[in-house]
């Protein structure tokens, strides 16, 4: 696999998503740069063999610096969580739309061969049909939301205008290990630390109505290599399970999971993400893509990784600057 690339840099390479990457690409003995803000503790989990590049990618001498010799960039740098977002809409943009112009431009002055864009499954906004495939409208509801979507843009830009070979993925509820619980919102892991922790489980929305497509991160980097590796230039693709699950669903696995009733805390009065969103990933699969964990085998997994009194999630889930979480 990728046996065309040998140098491979991967911006927010210390991060959960990219941080399993690197691990895979090491394991193809790519020789591998991560470019990263890279914080004292996040550069503690880098693995040896890795050239690390201490940067942000809102500089763009920085980060054109650092794909100097790359022959394929995956481009995860970004702000992820959406309450940032809502509370300091200048950072998210200023990270992730002018921060991925960045990266593109980099990219281009450095001739890379190819170059894949994480996007989000936010991109869609609330969900008008279901599954949703790559063609269902793009209308945002968040500024975190907006961003991806604008970097989304100059990618299709750079490959229309400079012919740079760009490819698109719209990863959805993605959750494993090593997530940092003081950014990750995402369910799976915020559910499990409370219910561990014999703390109850707060339900942001209806815990019926609210559905997801969680992946496990495992799957999600296999998506990657393989959209980085098959996908025609110019392309965006799915990156989800395929499979829907209520909140409820999803705490009575835990429940099952750890022998041990869940006790609910449901936070109705907030009502903005209470819909469903599943991912139509025929695309995806049509390059040989197939979805390994499923979510009750995801959560035991870490579960176990977790131990019985993990850290607690940080930060609160809000959608509007007036809400109080």
Not at 37 to 55: C, D, I, Q, T
Not at 113 to 134: H, M, N, T, W
Not at 213 to 234: E, T
Request: aromatic share 8%.
């Amino acid at each position: 696999m990728l046996e065309g690339y040998r140098k491979v840099l991967v911006t927010g390479g210390s991060g959960f998503i990219g941080g399993h990457l690197v691990d895979k690409l090491l394991s193809l003995n790519k020789e591998v740069t991560v470019f990263d803000k890279l914080s004292a503790e996040s550069e503690k989990h880098v693995p040896a063999g890795v050239e690390l590049v201490r940067g942000d990618v809102r500089n763009p001498r920085q980060i054109i610096e650092a794909a100097k010799n790359a022959d394929l960039v995956f481009h995860l740098a970004a702000n992820a969580n959406g309450t940032i977002s809502v509370n300091d809409p200048q950072f998210d943009f200023e990270t992730n739309a002018v921060g991925t112009f960045n990266v593109l431009d980099a990219a281009l002055h450095a001739k890379v061969k190819r170059l894949l864009y994480v996007s989000s499954a936010s991109i869609y906004g609330k969900p008008q049909c279901f599954p949703i495939d790559e063609g269902h409208p793009a209308k945002p509801f968040i500024p975190y939301g907006a961003s991806k979507l604008v970097g989304e843009i100059y990618c299709n830009s750079f490959f229309n205008t400079y012919n740079l070979s760009v490819v698109i993925a719209r990863p959805f509820c993605v959750y494993g290990p090593r997530e940092n619980p003081k950014l990750a919102l995402v369910e799976v892991s915020r559910y499990l630390r409370w219910h561990l922790n014999k703390q109850p489980i707060r339900i942001v929305g209806d815990p019926d109505r609210k559905t997801r497509d969680f992946v496990h991160v495992y799957d999600v980097v296999k998506a990657l290599l393989l959209i980085a590796d098959k996908a025609p230039s110019g392309e965006v693709f799915n990156v989800g399970s395929g499979e829907e699950a209520s909140m409820r669903e999803l705490a009575d696995i835990i429940s099952s999971i750890t022998g041990r009733p869940a006790v609910l805390n449901v936070i109705s009065r907030i009502k903005e993400d209470t819909y469903r969103l599943i991912s139509d990933i025929s695309k995806l699969k049509s390059l040989g893509y197939a979805p390994n964990i499923s979510l009750h085998h995801g959560v035991k997994q870490l579960a176990d990784e977790l131990g019985k009194n993990p850290q607690m999630p940080a930060g609160i889930t809000i959608f509007k600057k007036s809400q109080k979480g």
